[in-house]
């Protein structure tokens, strides 16, 4: 079994469902609201559980009835929570999703996630050395990614970066990842103008840009790739990116070639978008399999 950390947040999703989005002004009557959990941390953390790896995750909570709910949830899904420690006095992360015309729209309140700090990571440096491969996202503190991506550099532990949501990263941060996962628009923030094929033959085997129905691309050394997706009817595409990232990281970890672990990756992620909330279609190694 391969030891996964993930450093990240953990929030809740509440979900609407519209038939379309509302214009600037504009009030519409939705069909339907739930409370799921979510957080691109924690989706990843349960994606990579579900496919059967040990999984520690890091990361903070409100102490209020959302952070319980938060906590309980990882703890169903077989995560370890020794590292995720309520703060006092903030509200739990919180992302705010609507559902329409077959695609979502999402705006993150940070809450607790942003008290995963550079300090409360020294608690927990040992989970970063111990690990087959620690995945990381953009949704707590800037210096903590710069902190982990170093810290996972100096202990030659491999670790992805899945830039989102989007911003500008430094040359550092890019130079210490493992992996670097950006969707086309991450892409296009970190590296501005650069041409793209320009940009995969410098990162050969490292970046990968995912482009949704497409499929993978990335350099191999000698040429560009592009690893389709498997074809499905979408549900809900929230945490697809997320079932990605877990499952490149634990098939990588696993000892799959690049090719494979993208092969393995799309088609969780296509699995997870065939049922509703972020972590609802997230596939087990069975039904991988299956
Ligand atoms: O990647 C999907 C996740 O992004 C959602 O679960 C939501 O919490 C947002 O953070």
Not at 88 to 116: F, M, P, W
Not at 244 to 268: Q, V
Request: proline letters at 4%; one cysteine or more; aromatic letters at 6%.
């Amino acid at each position: 079994m391969v030891n996964i950390t993930v450093v990240g947040s953990s929030s809740i999703d509440l979900v609407v469902t519209a038939a379309t989005r509302p214009k600037a002004g504009e009030t519409i009557i939705g069909n339907d609201f739930q409370t799921v959990p979510g957080g691109k941390g924690a989706n990843q953390a349960v994606a990579a559980a579900r496919l059967g790896a040990n999984v520690s995750m890091i990361g903070r909570v409100g102490k209020d009835t959302f952070g319980e709910k938060i906590v309980s949830n990882l703890q169903d899904k077989g995560v370890s929570v020794d590292y995720v420690e309520p703060v006092t006095d903030v509200a739990s992360g919180t992302a705010h999703i609507t559902l329409a015309e077959e695609d979502n729209s999402i705006i993150v309140v940070k809450g607790a996630n942003d008290y995963v700090t550079p300090d409360y990571i020294k608690k927990s440096i040992d989970k970063l050395k111990q690990a087959d491969i620690v995945l990381i996202q953009q949704e707590i503190p800037e210096e903590t990614v710069e902190f982990v991506l170093e810290s996972c550099h100096s202990f030659e532990v491999p670790v992805l970066l899945n830039p989102a949501p989007a911003r500008e990263v430094s040359k550092k941060v890019i130079d210490n990842a493992t992996y670097l996962t950006p969707n086309e628009h991450e892409f296009a923030i970190m590296f501005g103008d650069d041409n793209r094929s320009e940009v995969l033959q410098r990162y050969p085997n490292r970046l990968l840009i995912t482009e949704g129905k497409n499929g993978v691309r990335y350099f191999d050394g000698d040429k560009e790739v592009v690893i389709p997706s498997f074809e499905v009817t979408p549900v809900d595409t929230t945490g697809a990116g997320d079932t990605f990232n877990a499952s490149f990281a634990l098939a990588i970890a696993e000892g799959k070639s690049i090719a494979d672990a993208i092969r393995f990756a799309n088609k969780a992620a296509s699995i997870s978008i065939t049922k509703f909330g972020a972590q609802g279609g997230m596939p087990t190694r069975e039904e991988m399999e299956r």
